[in-house]
């Protein structure tokens, strides 16, 4: 059980700060430049580990960042690596979907905290941004979601993979599908709805005070946390993956659709993402949910 | 007199390069394969405050788009000092903007290192008789690495980056935010020249164990 958890953490850092490289080297590609090495990240990651931390705003200026990593860690561990199998399931035997999408806003909330207790108002603009912009995402993923447990007339994560044998619900369920990868994108936090830590409106938003050791544990914590998030895409709409090599191929696919989307496109103010969650994917998921 | 003028220029530049070398040896002997290991990653990965007077505000922005990429290297651009590790200083600071560099410089966490960007941060460049532009940016803060020119090109730059990075990798040569705290008095002295007692209050690290 403990070397489980162990290798499903050290994947999912891994993986999210691989990812993270590819990001930026494939946005560097589409803008016509070569880019950082794919390793850049961990580079970043382990040179902000080694580096002073120079500013104290009390207490839960430090446990902001911990909460938010406790956050991003309890979801990557009730979230099933593969299908049908007894490793690399952490905990999901004892929770179920519900538990995830709420440790999956413990991370927000978290930061919120640790934000607060410093003054600068560049970091409380970003925490209101943030959490406006999670009010429009959160609709249409969780209609999205809950679409899916009547679907599947359950709401383990490992039976809504197993119902998925004949047909991905990717395909079953088209409307749902495009509605939660919508929120998906955003909880990315990749453009277009990249207004939260915007360096050049709100000087990198939340974590405008965080530096050293701190900004690090946010770093890890985020990449550990979108790779959560594509895993439970995949275990969701893409019927979970059977190896690691399924695995792998089956993130990658859903993380290049959103590399290449966020290249695309620029970036929505907080008004205009809210309004876009609530109208577009929100009525889709809706239509889907009657179709389910 | 020729001759003498130039085997005194040569005398000076074999005891520079004797003491550069013996400092040298003295610091690499004392690194662990750790510290190495750190160095190393503290070299690949740079993030920049680019603190943007004068004309080096214009210079500075091309490094970091498509045609110069600097990011190939390692080096991207925060907004904060917060979580820079350099800050660049683009040109001339004129008395009010220095008071905002010194609290930038102060605000940033070690290790940490700085860029004088042109003629104007040297030596005062064509400014250097001004009344209100300080000459030699080195006075008030530990700068690292000196880019010349007026203005330099963003090639400058670029290799003054790759220079800084070896600099970093091998840590051959005394930091300058470790000079800034060592020899704090005379920074301070200096700042206090310009501003009198009308700037931020001294910066004190508990183990340099100075009372200011």
């Known amino acids: 059980m403990f070397l489980d958890i162990l290798i499903m953490l050290i994947l999912a850092y891994s993986f999210g700060f691989l990812y993270y490289g590819l990001y930026r080297n494939i946005s560097a590609r589409v803008h016509g430049r070569f880019g950082p090495s794919i390793a850049q990240s961990f580079y970043d990651s382990i040179k902000l580990f080694t580096k002073d931390t120079s500013t104290s705003f009390g207490w839960m200026f430090y446990a902001g960042p911990i909460i938010m990593a406790s956050g991003a860690l309890m979801t990557v561990l009730f979230i099933p690596y593969l299908n049908h199998g007894d490793s690399l399931i952490g905990f999901s035997e004892y929770g179920n979907l519900i538990v995830v999408l709420y440790f999956m806003v413990l991370g927000p909330l978290g930061n919120a905290l640790g934000v607060g207790s410093h003054g600068n108002p560049f970091g409380a603009m970003g925490i209101i941004r943030g959490l406006t912009r999670l009010i429009g995402l959160e609709m249409p993923f969780y209609i999205a979601v809950i679409g899916l447990m009547i679907a599947s007339g359950t709401a383990d994560i490992a039976e809504i993979m197993a119902s998925q044998k004949e047909t991905y619900n990717i395909v079953a369920h088209p409307l749902l599908f495009i509605a939660a990868f919508i929120s998906f994108l955003g909880f990315m936090g990749k453009s277009p709805f990249d207004v939260v830590g915007a360096p050049a409106e709100v000087y990198s938003g939340p974590a405008v005070e965080f530096g050293g050791k701190f900004l690090a544990l946010t770093l890890s914590q985020s990449a550990i946390f979108s790779f959560a998030k594509l895993l439970l895409m995949v275990n969701l709409f893409l019927g979970g993956a059977d190896n690691l090599v399924d695995l792998v191929v089956k993130t990658f696919i859903l993380f290049l659709a959103a590399v290449f989307v966020g290249n695309v496109y620029g970036r929505l103010t907080t008004s205009q993402s809210v309004d876009f969650l609530f109208k577009i994917p929100t009525v889709i998921a809706i239509v889907g949910l009657m179709f389910v | ?212």
């Not at chain 2, 040569?173 to 020899?183: A, F, H, L, Q, S």
């Open chain 2, 1 to 212: 007199m020729q001759e003498g003028f130039v085997s005194y220029i040569n005398d000076q530049k074999d005891m520079a390069q004797a003491s550069l070398e013996a400092d040298t040896e003295g610091i690499k002997n004392t690194q662990t394969v750790i510290q190495k290991a750190i160095n190393w990653f503290r070299a690949r990965s740079m993030f920049v405050v680019a603190y943007g007077t004068g004309c080096g505000a214009i210079e500075m922005p091309p490094v970091f788009t498509s045609r110069y990429d600097i990011e190939r290297l390692g080096v991207v651009g925060v907004a904060t000092p917060r979580q820079a590790d350099i800050m660049i200083v683009s040109g001339y600071c004129s008395l009010k903007t220095l008071k905002r560099v010194i609290r930038t410089y102060e605000q940033m966490s070690e290790p940490k290192y700085v860029i004088a960007l042109g003629s104007c941060a040297i030596n005062g460049g064509m400014y250097w008789d001004s009344y209100n532009t300080i000459k030699k940016l080195d006075d008030y803060i530990g700068v690292d690495m000196f880019v010349t020119g007026c203005m330099p090109r963003p090639e400058a730059l670029i290799e003054g980056f790759v220079k800084l990075q070896d600099r970093i990798k091998n840590n051959n040569i005394e930091p300058g935010y470790i000079k800034y705290k060592e020899d704090y008095q005379f920074y301070r002295a200096n700042q206090e020249r310009l501003f009198g007692k009308n700037i931020a209050p001294a910066f004190i690290e508990d183990y340099t164990g100075m009372d200011i």
